[in-house]
């Protein structure tokens, strides 16, 4: 009798514990059967709708634009942007108009276009209809330099007074903080400058030839070079 007991008890554990074992695998699929596996994971899908970020957008959730950033480099440039995912229609708008506004919205809403007014940093933004909303950037290249960077004329003459064909050379401008500074000459006696558009006149018949400085100052004290260099005829 004293022998008994022990063997029953551990006929009731070995039961107890096959129990546990039964009922904690009954959800699990069977990895021996690949379809098993493939209905469970069907059957347990998490809820997207749940995972959905609206501050890290996904195509077809969220709100993105394109490209989500740009590089000004002169005003008038335009740029166009356009929406993916969301709910139409859409609105647009640019953070600051001094800069640059929205000045085209295509019928369905979907893309626009960005007028630069300056070269200068901006952004644009996009409503969606359920009020999801993206940003791009808008960068600015202020290097500023004067365009041609250099013209060579040759005189007519090997001795003064020296005369050119060619007497007008136009010039403009690329990047830079608005507004930008008049034109102005080194030299006065070689060739003028429009100190508004920037028209270079060579003084022609002329006493001397050699090299004069174009030049130009923007709202941040930055310089820009170019020249006008004459050569007598060799």
């Not at 899908?45 to 950033?69: K, R, S």
């Not at 130009?216 to 007598?232: E, K, L």
């Amino acid at each position: 009798m004293k022998l008994k007991m022990p063997v029953a008890l551990a006929a009731v554990a070995i039961v107890a514990a096959g129990a546990v074992l039964f009922c904690g695998c009954e959800d699990d699929p069977d990895v021996s059967d690949i379809n098993s596996i493939d209905s469970y994971f069907g059957a347990n899908q998490p809820d997207v709708d749940e995972l959905a970020d609206p501050g890290n957008p996904v195509f077809g959730q969220g709100v993105a634009i394109v490209p989500q950033t740009y590089n000004v480099t002169f005003a008038g440039q335009q740029v166009t942007f356009a929406v993916k995912g969301g709910t139409p229609p859409y609105s647009w708008q640019a953070a600051n108009i001094a800069f640059g506004d929205i000045i085209g919205v295509s019928a369905n809403t979907a893309t626009a276009i960005y007028g630069a007014n300056k070269v200068a940093p901006n952004s644009v933004t996009v409503t969606d209809d359920e009020g999801l909303t993206a940003s791009a950037e808008i960068t600015a290249d202020t290097t500023f330099l004067i365009i041609p960077g250099m013209v060579t004329l040759t005189a007519a003459q090997t001795n003064a007074p020296f005369t050119f064909t060619i007497t007008a050379v136009n010039f403009g401008s690329s990047g830079g903080i608005e507004p930008l500074g008049n034109w102005n000459v080194s030299i006065p006696a070689l060739g003028t400058i429009n100190p508004n558009s920037g028209v270079y006149t060579v003084t022609s018949p002329s006493g001397a030839v050699g090299s004069n400085t174009v030049w130009r100052v923007d709202a941040a004290g930055q310089i820009a070079y170019a020249a006008v260099v004459t050569y007598p005829k060799q």
